[in-house]
């Protein structure tokens, strides 16, 4: 079998790609996977290429051949010039963030973005000195507007998180250029196969790993993958933090990433089935899920996605938390739990009213996240039917 090379990887399908990324068996006996290497010590042969570090392995911290492996196969994917692997999705946003601003810099997040990253602006980044603000997702090019003498960078997450806006990553690209700002996107929902981070102007894509990667809800990770222009200090900032992820959960990454788009897929199509099942419901006000006129953006998600993924929201018609509850609480396979991305389906109430501050949520009803898992539709539709007669039930 010839060797594959990073070019000939590079010239090959998504599909073929996740099958060969991120292993080369030449190097583990001709075994197929890239095994999980534990360890801090490794050893070197001469006292030069001890004081060197020029051994291609040199500390535990610094990287592994399971690491490498994965942040290969990651660069591979998502067109970029390097990868970090960090012990949770929270973790490669805040250090993407870290990479890019200082005391006395602004950085501008998006108000629908995931609200620990938000957390993580108000608590850490103010007591550090940097300026936030927050802006309308639906900003767009307007967004140069907000542009400060000090903003470094612009933080946006595509589809917003729960309320699902898509923003208009191009035109946000352009304006940060122009003011010399790095554009980070937290790219979780889309993953690079519905939409190629760097491709689009991204500088610094962040993927909760814990997500479709692992599709198995058995582990935390988080990857984040940097263009040319703002590589060396992702890497230099993540290896000064020392937040190198456990090899047991790189390891288990690899080996979701290779049927990863196929689930992506699946859970896609059955995502879409529920989504206009629900659409058709008379207990449903607005679906928010991309491909659908009602979402935010939707026309830039045409223009600018090659797919969706499978998690998606709903407004309900207006109803008391105990009928939600009464839905909710005996489902038969939606469970209530937090995350996304695994193999089973969850369902999650959300109210993003407290915590906007560039914009206002105005929806009278109740919001329900939905994560679409593998069950057959059939099934999970049944389990909604019989959730919305319990909810009518308690509110009639
Ligand atoms: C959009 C998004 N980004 C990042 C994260 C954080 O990932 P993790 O749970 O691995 O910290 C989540 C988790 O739900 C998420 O939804």
């Known amino acids: 079998m ?160 729960q309320t699902f806006e898509i923003q208009d990553i191009p035109a946000l690209a352009r304006i940060a250029k122009k003011h010399g700002a790095t554009l980070l996107m937290d790219n979780t929902w889309a993953t690079p196969f519905f939409f190629p981070p760097h491709e689009m102007g991204v500088d610094l894509a962040i993927e909760a790993g814990t997500k479709y990667l692992s599709g198995h809800s058995d582990l935390l990770l988080g990857m ?34 290779r049927s990863m788009l196929l689930r992506l897929k699946e859970q896609e199509k059955a995502a879409l089935d529920v989504a206009h099942w629900l659409k058709a419901r008379p207990e449903v006000e607005k679906v928010l899920h991309p491909a659908f006129a009602d979402c935010p953006g939707h026309e830039i998600w045409k223009r600018d996605f090659k797919g969706s993924s499978g998690l998606f929201s709903i407004v309900l018609k207006p109803a008391s938390q105990k009928a939600v509850a009464a839905m909710l609480d005996d489902l038969l396979l939606f469970g209530m739990g937090y995350s996304w991305g695994g193999y089973e389906s969850l369902i999650i109430p959300f109210d993003p009213k407290p915590y906007r501050s560039a914009t206002q949520w ?32 308690a509110h009639p």
């Open 224 to 257: 984040v993958s940097a263009n040319e222009r703002s590589w060396k200090a992702l890497r230099s900032t993540y290896l000064q933090l020392g937040l190198c992820a456990g090899p047991e959960d790189m390891f288990l990454a690899l080996r979701g990433m």
């Open 2 to 161: 010839k060797k594959m090379t990073p070019q000939t990887l590079a010239g090959l399908s998504d599909r073929t790609k996740l099958v060969y990324a991120g292993r080369d068996p030449s190097e583990q006996f001709g075994f197929v996977n890239t095994p999980i290497y534990r360890g801090s010590t490794v050893l070197a042969p001469t006292m030069e290429e001890l004081l060197n570090r020029s051994n291609r392995f040199v500390y535990g911290t610094l990287g592994t051949p399971t690491s490498e492996a994965l942040e290969k196969a990651w660069s591979a994917i998502s067109g970029a010039e390097g990868t970090v692997c960090v012990p949770s999705g929270l973790a490669a946003v805040t250090v993407a963030i870290l990479s890019c601003v200082k005391a006395g810099d602004h950085l501008l997040i998006t108000d629908s973005v995931y609200r620990p990253t938000r957390e993580f602006a108000e608590g850490f980044l103010k007591r550090y000195g940097v300026e936030v603000s927050y802006f309308d997702p639906m900003i767009g090019e307007e967004i140069e507007k907000l542009i400060q003498p000090n903003t470094t960078a612009i933080f946006t997450e595509a589809p917003g998180s």
């Open 362 to 393: 105005n929806e009278k009803g109740p919001a329900l996240r939905i994560q679409i898992g593998l069950e057959d539709v059939e099934d999970l539709k049944r389990d909604l039917d019989a959730g919305f007669a319990r909810l009518r039930a």
